[in-house]
């Protein structure tokens, strides 16, 4: 991730007052898969973002640090 990266061809979403810039077909495949989650987790030595997309409990949402 990074802050001074062009734009030019992104489009703009914003979550929760967070305003973030994404590929508009990658866009498209993610809403596809259902919800998108992104947290920040320092827990049991382990530190680092984790995503999820869809509903991991019920269609195998895929997840990563």
């Known amino acids: 991730m990074t ?3 062009s734009v030019d061809g992104l489009s703009k979403f ?3 007052g967070i ?4 590929d508009p077909a990658l866009a498209e495949f993610l809403a596809e898969r259902g919800n998108i989650n992104v947290d ?3 827990h ?3 530190t680092g973002y ?3 997309v869809g509903d991991s409990e019920t269609c195998g949402g895929c997840t990563g640090c």
């Not at 305003?19 to 994404?22: A, D, G, R, V």
């Open 19 to 22: 305003n973030f810039y994404m």
């Open 40 to 42: 920040y987790v320092d």
């Open 3 to 5: 802050l001074d990266e």
């Open 14 to 16: 914003e979550s929760d």
């Open 50 to 52: 984790t995503i999820k």
């Open 44 to 46: 049991g030595g382990q």
